[in-house]
């Protein structure tokens, strides 16, 4: 098992693709022959040699969930089982408890760590309850994982299934009738705005899993520092508490990519 204290956390660990399953049209999770010893919220840094090096959230202990949103991830798409992939980490700081009751919002591909945190807080016996969105119902994912973790609300944009509309649309419903002690979130940043503004109003403590381009992964090159205090999201993220939140101003506003320039969320 490869974890914090791993002598090859800042080196590949070559990892054998054992299987490989469709979730949706977009998603394959990827499930590799090493555990590691990760928490909820965490990520790692997947090699594709002869391609590249991206950071991608823990799904389970030997699996990523990939969404196919660009070149890198068409090549992950591309992979077979007994191919080989490099990873290191676990990296970051990760979900964390607390209270007795707590909400879970998850949008798109955010479902990935979400499900993970939502299942090692059930097995603490905190009481769950999980608001995920999609697009449409094609693109919904790890329904019953989260259905296994307590209450489940769906959401899509299409009203193809569930409650049509928005997942924070569905969070203020539930939270004029329901009192939580914490509610993390995942997913587009416009949402996780949302999400923050919303639990802000209700008193409710937030923590929110931020997504920047990055190269090392380990707070050194600085490609992931955000705006005003420089915050590196590898380092001092990916999961931010709220209150963490109120300094930095580019949430929910812009991101930067791979050359610095400013790309506004939508």
């Not at 990760?38 to 391609?51: E, H, I």
């Not at 998850?106 to 969105?133: D, L, M, R, S």
């Not at 209150?243 to 990519?257: I, N």
């Amino acid at each position: 098992m490869h974890g914090l204290g791993d002598e090859n956390m800042e080196r590949p660990v070559m990892c054998k693709i054992k299987e490989i399953i469709e979730e949706s049209p977009t998603v394959k999770t990827f499930i590799i022959d090493k555990d590691f010893d990760f928490k909820p919220g965490q990520f790692a840094m997947v090699w594709l040699p002869g391609v590249d090096e991206k950071p991608f959230g823990f799904s389970t202990k030997t699996g990523f969930s990939i969404a196919k949103v660009g070149n890198f991830t068409a090549k992950m798409h591309e992979l077979q089982e007994g191919d080989l992939i490099g990873v290191r980490g676990p990296y970051g700081t990760y979900f964390e408890p607390l209270g007795d009751r707590i909400l879970a919002v998850a949008g798109g591909i955010g479902a990935a760590p979400i499900v993970a945190a939502v299942e090692e807080f059930a097995k603490q016996g905190i009481e769950i309850t999980t608001i995920i969105g999609a697009r449409t119902k094609e693109e919904l994912l790890f329904l019953d994982r989260f259905e296994n973790c307590g209450e489940l609300e769906i959401c899509t944009d299409d009203g193809s299934f569930g409650f049509h509309g928005f997942t924070t649309q569905k969070m203020s419903e539930i939270l004029k009738e329901e009192k939580f002690d914490l509610v993390i979130t995942c997913g587009p940043e416009i949402m996780m705005k949302k999400v923050v503004e919303i639990a802000n109003e209700y008193n409710i403590p937030v923590q929110v899993s931020m997504e920047r381009y990055m190269k090392c992964g380990i707070g050194i090159c600085g490609q992931c520092c955000v705006d005003d205090e420089g915050l590196c999201v590898c380092k001092d993220g990916p999961v931010f508490w709220g209150d963490k939140l109120k300094f930095v101003t580019e949430f929910g506003k812009y991101k930067r990519d791979a050359s610095g320039s400013i790309a506004l969320n939508k």
